[in-house]
């Protein structure tokens, strides 16, 4: 039976089964032995991981056994800078970020400049690579460790990434793009080469230590087509196949499909204004029933809700606090204007502190990046 639902690293749509992407990708389940070694080396349970938002994974099993030898590990992860950063992409980096604090390790985060250029007609370069510094803002915002900390642009890192590029290109057929992300004769020749790009990063620590290191990839289960290509080829070019953690998509406030730029109205962006905030929490789909009367007789349904979704993803770290509500809104007693108040509300507080740590970051900018050449001037 064809799947309802579409993930590609360029298309998320319908009602994703997770549990059949883990066959669809051939990757494993983060199961309580993964989960063991986290708390092992973590001393906690994230939320993220015991609510099963990161969910799957390749070869951490591998990067727990570096960490125990000493060998160590770093990670790499990214974002195609097609516009504003919002909510959704958020959620890998908040994790990625606490890995970091945890493991105290290096992070490369690539700006794929160029794929967002080569994919999309509507961009130019100087817009791509406008919103690769505006991105890399938020980044920073995070708190991201600036010694550990590696943010680079394809266009401007190309003479070290070309070359590791190069290397996976030569390894990967047009017969293998084709078959892993729908491409076809039609297809513009920088989109199928992108994928040695996205692939290049997850070797470059090793070649700039000049030994083998282990490389997690923290990403939402969307981008790991190009890894799995990356890992095909990977030890055939002498490196270590790259480690990954996914995990799940954070709707839209439209209730289904991924939040997405391409649909602002129902995506929060870390630069909308608190009124934006609320107008569009204030238009979420939700569980509710179609009046308040039915409503206290009937009650809501949170599986479906986009706001009991953001509470779940990101804004309720409480898990008593999260089942009253559940609870209460199945009742009745909950109505959807409350919740959605209670979520304006966590949003706002969190997109305002993003905010100035957002501004402040732009003094240490260039305390992150690695270039080999300046581009064009910012
Ligand atoms: P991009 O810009 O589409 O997404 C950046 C990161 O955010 C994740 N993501 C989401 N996670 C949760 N919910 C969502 N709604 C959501 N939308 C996006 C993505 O999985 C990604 O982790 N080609 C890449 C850029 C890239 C990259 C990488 C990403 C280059 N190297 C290595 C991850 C790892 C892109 O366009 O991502």
């Known amino acids: ?169 030569k390894k990967v057929t047009f017969n293998t793009t084709k078959a892993v992300f729908g491409f076809n004769n039609s297809t513009n020749i920088g989109s199928i080469w992108f994928t040695s790009m996205q692939a290049a990063p997850a070797f470059l620590p090793s070649v700039l230590r000049g030994r083998n290191i282990r490389c997690v990839i923290p990403c939402a289960i969307d981008q790991d087509p190009h890894f799995r290509v990356a890992r095909d080829i990977a030890e055939g070019i002498g490196f270590y196949k790259p480690a990954l953690l996914h995990c799940k998509m954070l709707p839209s406030l439209a209730g289904s499909d991924k939040m997405s730029a391409s649909l602002p109205n129902t995506s929060i962006f870390t630069i909308d204004k608190p009124k934006d905030i609320k107008k569009k929490i204030g238009n979420a789909f939700t569980g509710g029933c179609v009046s308040v009367e039915e409503q206290k007789v009937k009650g809501g349904n949170p599986d479906i809700c986009s706001v009991y979704q953001y509470l779940y993803y990101i804004f309720e770290e409480n898990d008593a606090k999260l089942e009253d509500r559940k609870t209460k809104c199945r009742s009745g007693e909950l109505l959807c204007g409350y919740c959605k108040q209670y979520l304006t509300e966590k949003v706002v507080t969190f997109i305002e502190a993003h905010q100035v740590r957002r501004e402040q970051a732009r003094e240490i900018l260039e305390k992150f990046m690695l270039r080999d050449c300046q581009g064009e001037e910012k």
């Open 1 to 169: 039976m064809p799947e309802n639902f579409v993930v590609t690293p360029w298309e998320v749509t319908g009602d994703i089964d997770y549990e059949r992407l883990i066959e669809m990708f051939g990757t494993q389940k983060i199961d309580s032995k993964i989960i063991s070694k986290f708390v092992e080396h973590t001393g906690e349970l994230h939320t993220m991981l015991r609510r099963g938002i990161f969910y799957s994974h390749r070869d951490m099993d591998k990067i727990f056994q570096d960490v125990e030898s000493g060998a160590g590990f770093v990670m790499y992860t990214g974002r195609g800078p097609s516009g504003h950063t919002h909510l959704g992409h958020l959620m890998p980096w908040l994790f990625t970020k606490y890995l970091q604090d945890k493991f105290g390790i290096e992070l490369y985060f690539q700006m794929t400049d160029d794929e967002k250029f080569m994919f999309n007609q509507n961009l130019t370069m100087e817009d791509t690579r406008k919103y690769a510094y505006e991105n890399a803002l938020d980044i920073i915002a995070l708190g991201f460790d600036p010694e550990k900390t590696h943010i680079f642009l394809d266009t401007e890192y190309s003479n070290q990434l070309y070359k590791i590029a190069i290397k996976v290109a």
